[in-house]
């Protein structure tokens, strides 16, 4: 893990100690609402439905066991009990009184933590695959790179008030498990042919009420020009992009408008900060300034090579052979794994975890995993260093626990926004959805036979839910100030699901809340009629088309249904 120096922590230390001072002038009255907003979203406070909601940061999801302990108190003494994981790899709450925030804020920097650019039009928390630094198909670590785009970005003065958001994501594994083609710039880390270092760069995905893939701008950038080029992208997209309408203010829209135009554009800006100054003021990568961040990734002291370990013992029972199959996954270290914690259980909605469960994966990752977690993209848990030989013990205590349940990748295993009840933006309520998902498909031996299903849910449009990316996803739509839902069939987040990055289609018109889960059954119940040995439900769907699937989730609507030409999505 990287480890704060200590301009890190005074600079944390003293944000927060000016957030105290702005938010008890705005208690007293001397900041309006209108003069607080903008700086409280600085720090990761939002007013959603009911309450203030606090965004905390966790840089490409890598936490350590005493930060998680802190969230787990935080949650306990400040909020009712509970946080949310989030498809971002942060954490937040949804009920901290807004006269405690700074106190919030003090407990946050005592562990190196902070809400800086978790909201506001600015670059967000960057991201990266879960499995970044342990994984097996891994080519080059991420994590230094992450670390890099973090400290260059934060409070960037030219960034500050972009005309949206802006997402960065990073992979360095042959398999793309970060998602990157669905943000605005997707970074792969490559080698050339000689064995350079370098990033393939996507630029212009995003999800939202226009879902589209990004295009790669440029195949192989070094390694040390990567903060140039980013800077370029995003001084163009400053320059360029729509601040008349928020909802064709995102770079994505910007590049499906001009197309080579952009690209020509980003690459003229490129070549002009590498040359606009000869006393080299451009912000090239030192291999000195890598060196001194990549320190901070090492292998932990107590992880050395062991002997392998091919699978779980013949005669192991089969609820730990599921749990294998599911939760383990290899690891580039000899005689080390990496093991999932499923948050998803019935009664809690996806995503969410108790301070009490927040204190058990923390006690887990002591025992297991020298003390380092990661927060999914899926909202789970990662344990990245574990002992293969240990993987018995850390089933059992992880069961004992509470996260022993093998639904990782299964339909169960959803993702899915807080929606209409915490979120002012959202149409419709993704939580009941989820819920009864949850519990109509609650049989382990029905999942493990339907296999690999992403199933994501999405309360508005804004997409938090990812539902474009779902195998099935599940979007929350208003109409006449009811709940309805439309489904969408064969997206992709390019993950080995689906290698290919693709958006859903919509199957019909929308569905009313107690529609969806018989919908749902009945397109799965297509799959299993119609599908060929071995054959996943993704590729089923790709393979027949979208018209059965519709027909059969179309058959069981209610005579009160509405027949409407879907929005677009």
């Given amino acids: 893990m990287y480890r704060y120096t200590d301009f890190d922590r005074q600079f944390v230390r003293a944000r927060a100690a000016q957030f105290r001072d702005q938010l008890e002038r705005h208690l007293a009255g001397r900041l309006s609402d209108d003069e607080f907003r903008p700086l409280r979203l600085q720090n990761g406070w939002y007013v959603q439905r009911h309450a203030p909601m606090l965004r905390v940061a966790v840089p490409y999801g890598v936490i350590g066991s005493r930060q998680l302990r802190l969230l787990a108190g935080i949650a306990r003494t400040h909020d009712r009990g509970y946080a949310h994981f989030s498809t971002r790899q942060n954490v937040q709450f949804n009920w901290i009184p807004l006269p405690q925030a700074a106190d919030v804020m003090d407990k946050l920097a005592e562990v190196d933590m902070h809400g800086i650019q978790t909201s506001g039009n600015c670059i967000r928390n960057i991201t990266t695959d879960a499995l970044a630094g342990v994984a097996a198909d891994e080519q080059v670590d991420p994590r230094p790179y992450c670390e890099l785009l973090r400290q260059w970005s934060t409070l960037h003065p030219e960034f500050t008030f972009l005309p949206r958001k802006f997402k960065i994501a990073v992979s360095g594994a042959a398999e793309d498990r970060a998602a990157t083609a669905w943000h605005d710039i997707g970074l792969l880390l490559r080698r050339n042919e000689s064995g350079a270092v370098g990033f393939k760069v996507l630029v212009g995905g995003g999800m939202g009420r226009t879902p589209i893939i ?66 080299g003021s451009a912000p090239l990568l030192a291999q000195e300034a890598y060196d001194r961040v990549a320190a901070g990734f090492a292998l932990p002291a107590a992880v050395q090579p062991l002997a392998e370990v091919s699978g779980p013992p013949a005669d192991a029972s089969l609820t730990y052979r599921r749990w294998w199959q599911r939760s383990v996954h290899a690891h580039r270290v000899a005689g080390y794994r990496a093991a999932t914690l499923s948050v998803k259980r019935p009664g809690q909605a996806p995503g969410d975890v108790t301070d009490e469960q927040m204190e058990r994966a923390a006690d887990l990752a002591d025992r297991f995993s020298c003390g380092e977690l990661r927060i999914t993209h899926e909202q789970n848990l990662l344990l990245p260093w574990v002992r293969a030989a240990d993987l018995p013990a850390l089933y059992e205590a992880a069961r004992a626990a509470g996260y022993g ?39 382990l031996d029905e999942l493990f036979d339907l296999g690999d299903i992403d199933l994501h849910i999405s309360g508005c449009i804004n997409s938090c839910g990812h539902h474009h990316s779902g195998h099935i996803g599940i979007l929350g739509v208003d109409k006449d100030g009811a709940e309805w839902y439309q489904i969408t069939l064969g997206g992709s987040d390019g993950s080995h699901h689906a290698p290919v990055p693709t958006p859903g289609r919509v199957i019909g018109p929308s569905f009313a809340a107690g529609e969806v889960a018989d919908a749902v059954e009945a397109i799965l119940d297509v799959y299993r009629a119609r599908r060929v040995a071995g054959e996943k439900f993704i590729d089923a769907v790709h393979r027949l088309g979208l018209d059965p699937f519709k027909v059969a989730a179309n058959a069981g609507r209610t005579a009160t249904a509405r027949h409407e030409e879907p929005v677009e999505a």
């Fill in 214 to 279: 990004g295009r790669t701008v440029c195949e192989f950038v070094p390694w040390q020009q990567i903060l140039v080029y980013v800077e370029a992208i995003v001084r163009v997209y400053n320059r360029y992009g729509r601040r008349d309408n928020a909802y064709k203010a995102r770079i994505k829209i910007l590049v499906k408008a001009e197309g080579r135009r952009f690209f020509d554009a980003v690459n003229e800006e490129f070549r002009h900060i590498l040359t606009r100054d000869v006393e």
């Fill in 405 to 443: 349940t093998p639904n990782v990748g299964l339909l169960t295993d959803m993702i899915a926004c807080p929606g209409g009840d915490f979120c002012g933006l959202a149409n419709a309520r993704s939580i009941p959805i989820a819920a009864e998902l949850t519990e109509r498909f609650d049989d």
